[in-house]
């Protein structure tokens, strides 16, 4: 059950500590100590990680399977152009909320067969047990780690609307009531529950709180115990992942609720991260301005209470409906933060803590579609190993149908390593969502919107799938 001392120490931590100054402090913290001469993150990765002969032979996308590839280079295709993508936007803005019937993928054969075999096939795992385990297995045959798994059923969270006013004035007793006789709670657990049985040893299980429902809003919103039924729901949930060997990400989601999220996390931190390993993960997002500081505070909390602090990190997922003055100014800023905070943990030394004190028991997950981001944490992991020190556990993940030339780079690193070096290969995961068609609309329409946003990393994947693709015709399509 959720805990009121989670608020007081972050209270706590907040209050004592001092805003950590991310662009000067990642300078400080980020760099190695034998480079040279001062650059950017980029060029420093660049230079520092420069492929192999073979990895110019063969490109990233050369790893990927022929229909794999055709279909991420039609997808690619439509992204890249923004008169292609924004009519496609439409539609899957029409898909999502069908006003008539032949745009209703329940009620048109054709629609559904079209848009399963191109874009949902792309994102998404399958629509039941047979298709994701057949994904799951394809993923791992071409060396990915594991896989992430989320059941893709899922409600909107309106930051300005009655849901994030009205939760603070709900009290626990009519949460309890109303989650008594709550469907939304029971079905969302039978998915996820069975989204359990599709993972095996090693894979993860994302969790997106707020697809329990109305109530599961209500109670995150005003940061007060989740309903007793939802709560049970948790427990089966993750007793379920540890005897099946897997891990559990919490999802971020927008600030109305994250706070409500947050004290979830660490209170199944502190029951599940006991053994030295993490089996529950918060997510923290880089863009947000206080995310150093909410690192910094929940490291503080995992060193007091001797727990392991799982750290999922990414860039961000809510831009467009969050308050922009919650969010860096900047993209360079959010570039900046992510990589500090990465360099961070992976160097034990975060801000106060670390140096001569003990840094708290930490594993680190990158979830990025950035090269140079995976790339520099890849290099400094093997420099603390070279200088005899131990990092954390550092893992990489991106979503099925996205950024599959920094996948197959990782990938490719992992490939090349000696035997020696084998141990400290990096280890790649793929995000995958599942669900019926209906159910992953707003899913392929965030991916859509996404992609539009990402124009430069667009065109770079279009360009290495296009040349991946003419070279593979020019030696038969073998």
Not at 188 to 217: C, F, H, P, Q, R
Not at 258 to 263: A, E, K, V, Y
Not at 273 to 288: E, I, M, P, R
Not at 464 to 470: I, W
Request: aromatic share 6%.
């Amino acid at each position: 059950m959720v805990v009121p001392r989670t608020l007081r120490l972050l209270r706590g931590a907040r209050n004592t500590s001092p805003p950590l100054q991310v662009r000067c402090d990642f300078d400080k913290v980020g760099r190695a100590k034998s480079t040279a001469s001062v650059g950017s993150i980029g060029d420093e990765s660049k230079t520092l990680n420069a492929p192999s002969q073979h990895a110019q032979e063969l490109p990233p996308h050369s790893l990927l399977p022929n229909k794999m590839l055709l279909r991420s280079l039609l997808v690619a295709t439509i992204s890249s152009r923004p008169w292609l993508l924004t009519p496609a936007l439409k539609m899957l803005q029409s898909l999502v909320h069908p006003r008539l019937s032949f745009v209703d993928v329940d009620k048109n054969p054709l629609l559904r067969s079209i848009l399963k075999r191109t874009f949902y096939n792309h994102f998404c795992a399958g629509e039941n047990r047979d298709e994701v385990q057949s994904t799951i297995s394809n993923i791992k045959d071409m060396g990915f780690k594991g896989v992430i798994l989320t059941y893709a059923r899922e409600i909107v969270v309106d930051a300005t609307g009655p849901a994030s006013k009205s939760g603070a004035s709900v009290s626990d007793q009519s949460f309890k009531e109303e989650s008594a006789k709550d469907q939304g709670i029971e079905d969302w657990k039978e998915g996820v529950l069975e989204t359990v049985n599709m993972i095996g040893e090693g894979d993860i299980l994302a969790l997106k709180l707020t697809g329990a429902g109305e109530s599961a809003m209500k109670a995150l919103a005003a940061n007060t115990p989740l309903p007793d039924q939802l709560m049970d729901a948790l427990q089966q949930i993750c007793t379920r992942a540890v005897d099946r060997n897997a891990r559990i990400f919490i999802d971020a989601e927008q600030q109305s609720v994250q706070t409500g999220i947050d004290t979830v996390a660490l209170d199944l931190m502190r029951k599940y991260n006991t053994n030295g390993t993490a089996v529950v993960f918060n997510t923290y997002q880089a863009y947000l301005k206080s995310t150093p500081n909410t690192v910094k505070a929940h490291l503080d909390i995992a060193e007091k209470e001797k727990f392991t602090l799982g750290i999922k990190l990414v860039r961000g997922a809510y831009i467009n409906s969050e308050p922009r003055d919650l969010i860096n100014d900047t993209k360079p800023e959010t570039d900046n933060s992510y990589n500090f905070i990465a360099a961070s943990i992976i160097r034990q030394r975060y801000g106060t803590i670390g140096g001569n004190s003990p840094f708290p028991s930490t594993e680190l997950f990158l979830a990025t579609h950035n090269r140079e981001s995976a790339l520099m944490a890849d290099r400094l992991v093997k420099e603390q190993l070279a200088g005899g020190l131990q990092p954390p556990k550092i893992q990489y993940g991106q979503l099925l149908g996205m950024a599959d030339g920094v996948s197959c780079k990782l990938l490719q690193i992992g490939n090349e390593s000696t035997d020696k070096s084998r141990s400290v290969a990096p280890e790649v995961f793929k995000c995958l969502s599942w669900g019926s068609l209906g159910d992953c609309l707003s899913y392929l329409l965030r991916r859509a919107v996404e992609n539009r946003d990402a124009v430069g990393r667009t065109k770079e994947e279009y360009l290495g799938l296009r040349r991946e693709t003419f070279r593979r015709l020019r030696r038969g399509f073998m």
